[in-house]
């Protein structure tokens, strides 16, 4: 083996975004892409802000006006789209003062996937959650707070209703798939309650090994 290279195989985490505070997830996500770890981060459009609403536009809408006047075409580029919104958070957190121009930095957001829903290469793998970044958690009750997704529709994001429809899809194909695993995990314990009674020795010698 080279001396930089490793054979240990990349920890992959899927993040559920729904319910958690942008700046604490993603300060949590940071750490882990600049620790080597794949991230992917499904359903931004639910990732909440705190502050009103309309707090949070007119923030946004000061932000978009900034651009350089003698060749807009340079930069800075403002996304619309919510995914794109966390992952210039993101880089803004990975690449600190150098910018785009940390070697690190760039390792690291290659290391990071952000989607808007739940995609159909990451429906069946787990997704977790950062309890120090859910809202119910950290953000004191009665405080105002505003989902990104209508943040990113009302600054010009034109897919807001093709991501509900394709949601609404997923919901319905996890439906049936949780009845049907129901359903078979209901007749696997009647099978194996009969086989016990029928064979009580070797019932009793699986439960001793925790069978």
């Not at 536009?57 to 930069?75: H, M």
């Not at 194909?173 to 016990?196: G, I, M, P, V």
């Not at 020795?201 to 439960?207: F, R």
Request: proline share 3%; aromatic share 6%; charged share 30%.
């Amino acid at each position: 083996m080279g001396k930089h290279t490793s054979s240990i195989t990349k920890k992959n985490t899927v993040i559920d975004m729904k319910g958690h505070l942008m700046g604490r997830v993603c300060g949590i996500v940071a750490k882990k892409l600049m620790n080597g770890e794949n991230v992917t981060l499904v359903r931004c459009e639910e990732t909440n802000i705190s502050g009103s609403f309309i707090r949070n536009k007119i923030k946004k809408l000061d932000f978009l006006r900034k651009r350089t006047l003698t060749n807009p075409g340079r930069g800075p580029f403002h996304h619309r789209a919510p995914s794109a919104m966390i992952e210039r958070t993101l880089r803004g957190m990975v690449t600190k003062n150098a910018r785009n121009h940390c070697k690190r930095g760039k390792l690291a957001m290659k290391r990071l996937t952000c989607y808007e829903g739940i995609p159909k290469n990451v429906e069946r793998q787990k997704r977790m959650v950062c309890p120090s970044a859910l809202r119910v958690l950290r953000l004191a009750p009665g405080r105002n707070y505003c989902r990104l997704g209508r943040l990113s529709h009302e600054l010009g994001w034109k897919n807001q209703e093709i991501i509900a429809k394709l949601e609404g899809e997923r919901k319905a194909r996890s439906q049936k798939y949780f009845e049907s695993k129901k359903a078979s995990d209901s007749l696997w314990a009647e099978a194996k309650s009969e086989a016990s009674k029928d064979l009580p020795k070797e019932a009793a010698l699986l439960a001793k090994y925790g069978y």
